[in-house]
């Protein structure tokens, strides 16, 4: 769980500041702020003569003294020409870690050595130490509890993009938790009273549409994959209106699997345990409207997650079952573990059509073969829309939250024409994500979408050092608030 920080500004110089821990830093073969002479006296020069310290990234040194400031720690940025912003990100996540072994409740910044005037980086900043922080405790019975409560910048911050970046962390953060808890809490239920949750803050409005209402409403293909799992699937859809009354709704979906055991097309049990994560796209709209509540963007928005379990119960869909999607497209299901694609169809064709939106980005777990190809570096975009993939190229450079595209050339459709049905909800040779990607084309009709494959990025990236030691990254949230904030 995400620990609540409380930021503030001070305009003073250092020589005026009283604390148990002060951070500065420095970059390669530059000097330190000479006011730390007059709190350190010349112990600060020799010290960085013994530990030969030259402002690498990576290396730091720590002093102690009794007088107004306790402790210093100062960090090298490395070279000056290199440093962006996501090296500060990740820095901050160090640095963060470090307050929390000294157990204080309270720190102060060097502002002005960070560079934290400057919006990007007071945002990365800011991000970088929630993330960095970031611990799910909620299930171990001895909590190892933060003490930190306040970071005091000292100096010239920007105040207000510190604390976008804290929002924006906490937003990522509860997109981790959301896929850190176990499937037997996490259910689509959970989730349906997460987005109740969220949906009181202003100008937001909610609608659930529950698995008994699936086959009326023509929503075939995920109801085949909700309906071998007691637990009752939900439809969850949450309409945002910051933008001006009448403008379409940007559309914001996700594959929201709260476990996915492969169906009658059953898993091996080999980490099997990892699907729980199946419900990280989910997760990532989930994050994404914590971050537009918070924020209030001048945008109108329509999130929508499909949630369901994928169970091999004894009304379990078989392979070879022809179901009609909400779009009126039939699909051959070749194997029920191509089930997110099954649950996506309708939840793409259903939001297009009720809410003819401007454009639509889905995040999904949606294939294994997305791990042969890019590993956990980088998540698979592809999409219809040469304008929309570019933004959030550029959305993914900005935050370094890495996309790399795969074709959608329309011979990829013919691998999953079917034999009995219009399409099957697998490929023919090869390609498994730019397959899955074709199917997930054929019910998004000519509004621009792309689809990020997340299956590598949502859980298990252990670089940079702000993604967490184990379990759920909160993967694009960061990204996807970007492009919200370029088109509002
Ligand atoms: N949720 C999985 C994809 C997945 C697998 C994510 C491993 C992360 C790690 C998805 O529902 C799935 O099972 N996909 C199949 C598709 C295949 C049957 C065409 C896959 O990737 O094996
Ligand atoms: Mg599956
Ligand atoms: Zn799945």
């Known amino acids: 769980m995400s620990q609540k920080l409380l930021l503030e500004v001070k305009n003073i110089s250092i020589d005026k500041v009283n604390t148990s821990l002060f951070v500065s830093s420095v970059f390669k073969n530059e000097k330190v702020n000479k006011s730390f002479h007059s ?20 290396k730091k040194i720590e002093l102690y003294s009794d007088g107004k400031v306790s402790k210093i720690s100062v960090y090298g940025l490395g070279v000056k020409n290199k440093f962006d912003s996501d090296k500060l990100r990740s820095l901050a996540a160090n640095i963060v ?49 933060s003490n930190l409560k306040k ?65 009326k ?33 940007f559309g914001l979906i996700g594959k929201g699997l709260t476990f996915d055991t492969g169906g009658i097309s059953l898993k091996p049990p080999a980490r099997m345990d990892e699907m729980k ?56 299901i070749l194997n029920t573990d191509a089930e997110g694609r099954l649950v996506l169809a309708d939840v793409l064709s259903y939001i297009n059509e009720k809410y003819k939106p401007s454009a639509m980005v889905d995040f999904a777990t949606l294939t294994g073969a997305v791990l042969v190809a890019l590993g956990n570096r980088a998540t698979g975009l592809m999409g219809n829309n040469e304008d929309l993939i570019n933004q959030i190229k550029e959305s993914g450079t900005a935050t370094n939250e890495k996309v790399w595209q795969l074709p959608l050339w329309p011979e990829y459709s013919k691998d999953i ?7 099957q909800n697998i490929g023919k040779a090869g390609a498994g994500t730019i397959t899955a990607g074709a199917f997930l084309k054929e019910f998004v009709g000519d509004t621009p979408w792309c689809h990020l494959d997340i299956a590598g990025t949502a859980w298990g990236p252990k670089e940079p050092s702000y993604q967490p030691k184990v379990g759920a990254t909160g993967v694009a949230v960061r990204l996807i608030y970007d492009l919200i904030e370029k088109k509002s």
């Open 39 to 58: 709190l350190f006296g010349k112990t600060i020069d020799s010290a960085i003569k013994t530990d030969s310290f030259k402002g690498d990234l990576g």
């Open 97 to 145: 870690r470090n307050i929390e072994i000294n157990k204080v409740s309270s720190v102060c910044i060097d502002s002005n050595s960070f560079g934290l005037d400057d919006s990007d980086n007071a945002q990365a900043f800011s991000e970088g130490l929630l993330l960095g922080q970031y611990k799910f405790l909620d299930y171990k019975s001895k909590q190892d509890k």
């Open 151 to 215: 970071v005091i910048f000292i100096g010239n911050a920007n105040l207000n993009s510190l604390n976008k970046g804290l929002v924006i962390g906490e937003s990522v953060n509860y997109a981790r938790d959301l896929g850190n808890h176990p499937a037997n809490i996490l259910t689509p239920t959970y989730l349906a009273n997460e987005a109740k949750e969220i949906s009181k803050t202003k100008n937001f409005k909610i609608k659930i549409i529950d698995v008994k209402e699936f086959q």
């Open 217 to 249: 409403l023509g929503l075939g293909s995920f109801y085949s994959v909700a309906r071998g799992a007691k637990e009752p699937a939900k439809f969850i859809i949450v309409e945002y209106s910051g933008g001006k009354k009448g403008d379409k709704p």
């Open 277 to 332: 994560f199946d419900m990280c796209g989910g997760a990532t709209v989930f994050g994404l409207m914590k971050a537009v509540a918070a924020l209030q963007p001048k945008l109108n928005i329509v999130f929508a997650v499909g949630a369901s379990e994928n169970m091999p119960g004894s009304d379990a869909s078989r392979p070879g079952d022809i179901v009609k999607a909400y779009n009126g497209k039939t699909i051959e």
């Open 417 to 423: 024409k079917g034999k009995y049905a219009d399409i």
